[in-house]
Nanobody, 121 residues
Framework: QVRLVESGGGLVQAGDSLRLACISSGPVDNMGWFRQVPGQGREIVAAINSRGTVTFYPTSVEGRFTISRDNAENALYLQMDNLKPEDTAVYYC?????????????????WGQGTQVTVSS
């Protein structure tokens, strides 16, 4: 069973940066970051393949967020720059079982507990 633990969330002002981290209990394949606000489903924020060579971002965060991973440390990161109030959500990391990118939350079997990111205007 894979365990994922996120950290790095917090309260910041618009324009600030945050770096989220997700540590896995062991090696994993493809990974992603998702976010969720109350009353809505989980939204893809970024995804990365198992080798860390291919990434995906939705237009809402492209150019502001950067996903990366360190497979030697079983770690996944999300650098978030120029944060906006609409980025406020609980952020989750997810791990899959294939090499390629997945951007659909239902495909991921493993999830962390989430970390709150709040951006004030």
């Amino acid at each position: 069973q894979v365990r994922l633990v996120e950290s790095g969330g917090g309260l910041v002002q618009a324009g600030d940066s945050l770096r989220l981290a997700c540590i896995s209990s062991g090696p994993v394949d493809n990974m992603g970051w998702f976010r969720q606000v109350p009353g809505q489903g989980r939204e893809i924020v970024a995804a990365i393949n198992s080798r860390g060579t291919v990434t995906f971002y939705p237009t809402s965060v492209e150019g502001r967020f950067t996903i990366s991973r360190d497979n030697a440390e079983n770690a996944l990161y999300l650098q978030m720059d120029n944060l906006k109030p609409e980025d406020t959500a609980v952020y989750y990391c997810a791990a899959g079982t294939r090499a390629e990118i997945w951007n659909v939350p239902d495909l991921y079997p493993y999830w962390g507990q989430g970390t709150q990111v709040t951006v004030s205007s």
